[in-house]
């Protein structure tokens, strides 16, 4: 039974009050108690004291009546300050968890006054038992750990097959190294004080690496991935982790990459021919156009048996308002009879992509460059069969705005040919 269901069953009768302290599931998920909770805004939320304290006084209450041996999950999403209490409530629960022989640990830390919660070995080394070598999945997002810590985590724990580290400031050097290592994902995101990479792990599927520091990718070391076929990197510019691509042959057998980056023209040879990549999604921020066909017909080139295409236009929240986006490109629209829809002034591979089945754009508003990318992939696709335009935003738009995008994308019909199917979301 996981934590929802026991709350709900401690309020319908009292024999049930205690049915939390033999879960094995331990989700403590503050929307249980918080039925308003928005994690999008959970530093508001965890900056009170009263909502702060319940959510410890909650999670103590299960921590210290738990009667199982094992737990197979412990997560939590907590408020932290810097404070010594705070930590101490925090590092009882790790220490619990580990005692409980527990599989899988995600902690989440909400910063409240850009204080971050540190991860000490103290923490993660039971002297009663041996608790930590069954561990499975670790995820910690806004905590401090450091590569010492992780390294003796990848030592100890053989079965551990996922680790996700995101936003952790004291991550400066880190060795995913080891023969016997059964770790498939891996996920180091936005820490920005790493310095030094290394994987040799035989074992792993995804991996996920995002930096925005040209220095870091030049520290970055791929010695024996043989089984990787999911990656997705982020970076400042393409050409920061393009020569990981060309020192790294493993990284040529991957079957799925996504890339989020800002725009720029390669050099001849800066990418390898990627045989095996079906799947390629590149998210770009959505007022970098001036190069975008360019750069895509580069990576477009290097993947000669590319079956999906998706092209996903971000950071739209950091305009002031949609509108004002909206007005600010009513004069680049296309309409009917434009004429200059095609003139490329740069030189476009014309050859065929036979093996291009679907082509996604994401975050579609009707713009001229919109268009131009939808018909230069028609341009170079002999055997296309879907293309999916979406409208959504990931944010709210006035109703106006919505129908006038929509409106925009209803016109594609006109160009696509009927053989091609146009879905619109």
């Known amino acids: 039974m996981g934590m929802k269901e026991a709350a709900k069953t401690s309020i319908i009768s009292k024999r049930w009050r205690y049915v939390s302290t033999k879960a094995t599931h331990l989700d403590f998920n503050p929307s249980i108690i918080f039925p308003y909770f928005n994690l999008k805004h959970s530093d508001r939320c965890f900056s009170s004291r009263a909502i702060k304290k319940k959510y410890i006084n909650w999670v103590n209450q299960v921590v210290n009546l738990h009667s199982s041996p094992c737990i197979d999950k412990f997560t939590a999403c907590f408020g932290f300050e810097r404070r010594k209490m705070d930590a101490r409530h925090i590092d009882k629960w790790v220490r619990f968890a580990i005692s409980k022989q527990v599989k899988n640990i995600e902690l989440s830390c909400v910063r409240l006054r850009n204080s971050f919660y540190t991860l000490r070995f103290d923490d993660i080394i039971d002297s009663s038992s041996s608790g930590i070598r069954f561990l499975q999945s670790l995820c910690l997002k806004s905590i401090n750990v450091s590569g010492d810590i992780l390294e003796y985590v990848l030592e100890q724990c053989r079965f551990l097959e996922r680790l996700h580290i995101e936003v952790s400031p004291t991550l400066v050097k880190l060795k995913v190294v080891g023969l016997c290592l059964k770790l498939k994902h891996l996920t180091i995101s936005d820490c920005f004080s790493l310095k030094q990479l290394e994987i040799e792990a035989v074992n792993l599927v995804y991996l996920q690496f995002d930096t925005f520091e040209k220095d870091h990718w030049s520290n970055v070391v791929f010695k024996n991935t043989p089984n990787l076929v999911d990656a997705s990197f982020a970076a400042s510019r393409v050409s920061y982790f393009t020569p990981i691509f060309l020192q790294n042959s493993h990284l040529a057998q991957i079957s799925r990459l996504s890339l989020r980056m800002q725009l720029d023209v390669l050099s001849a040879g800066s990418l390898p021919t990627f045989c095996n990549l079906k799947q390629l999604t590149i998210m770009v921020d959505y007022w970098f156009e001036d190069e975008l066909i360019a750069c ?27 509108e004002e986006a909206y007005q600010l490109n009513k004069s680049d629209s296309f309409s009917d009879d434009d004429e200059e829809i095609g003139d ?82």
């Open 344 to 425: 490329y002034n740069m030189e476009l591979d014309r050859k065929v992509h036979p093996n291009l089945r679907e082509f996604q754009v994401s975050g579609f508003c009707g713009r001229f460059i919109d268009v131009e990318l939808i018909l230069f992939i028609l341009r170079i696709s002999c055997n296309l069969e879907t293309i999916i335009c979406e409208c959504h935003h990931g944010h709210s738009v006035a109703e106006e705005v919505t129908q006038v995008i929509r409106s925009r994308a209803d016109k594609l019909v006109k160009l696509i040919p009927p053989k091609i199917s146009l879905v619109i979301i």
């Open 296 to 322: 895509i017909n580069q990576f477009l080139k290097a993947c000669p048996n590319l079956c999906q295409f998706k092209v996903e236009f971000i950071d739209l929240v950091e305009v002031s308002s949609f």
